[in-house]
């Protein structure tokens, strides 16, 4: 296996989609499936061995919801990155996923390519979410009247909160601004009170939200 490989496990009752998901990954040299779980009790124990860099989640177990794993997952000390996988879209389910630190979503019904973009955009730390669902998604997830604090942003701090919406990191922002990380972390702090957000998820969706930036996670 190559070592920069995504390291990924698949959360599934259904063992041909299971199966499926895994010849699909076994195909590309930089995707890596390392093990595969039906109930919540195998995937709890597979993660906590192997690690994972992603969690490929399904929405409904047999007998429990998915997303009912999510606390669990996102405290380990490794968390991984969680993709929510679903053959039905249901926007109040997918929104607590979101909400509980899940960062996107990809319909059962997607093509390879589209699971293949949706795994690697996540395990890098962005969002992905289905096209027909990302509005309607991020709006619930924004507070009302968020928005309007838009205006008590600098042109630099709206340019800093849009690179965030696409998923760049501080360094990152700094090399593409070219100033320091210090002072890229200095804007996010003065971000997070005019708008009042808790942390870069709230900010990167808000920025979607807004307009500001149209991530390349939608699909």
Known sequence: MDEKSIRIVVVDDHTLFREGVRRILDDEPDLACVGQAATPAEAVALIDHERPDLVLLDLRLAGCLGIDLLPRLLAMPWAPQVL????????????????????????????PDTLRSAIRTVADGELWFPAEL?????????????????????????????????GLKNREISERLVITERDTQAYLVSIFEKLGVEDRLELALLAIRLGLVSPPGLS
Do not use: H, N
């Not at 929510?84 to 997607?110: H, Q, S, Y």
């Not at 990302?134 to 309007?148: D, K, N, Q, S």
């Not at 701090?157 to 965030?164: D, K, S, T, W």
């Open 134 to 166: 990302a509005l309607r998604v991020i709006t619930a997830l924004i507070p009302a009247g968020l928005g309007e604090r838009l205006s008590r942003l600098t042109a630099r701090e709206r340019e800093i909160a849009a690179l965030v919406g696409q």
């Open 84 to 111: 929510i996988v679903t053959a039905f879209p249901d926007e109040a389910m997918i929104t607590d996923a979101i909400r509980l630190g899940a960062r996107g979503v990809v319909l059962k019904d997607a093509d």
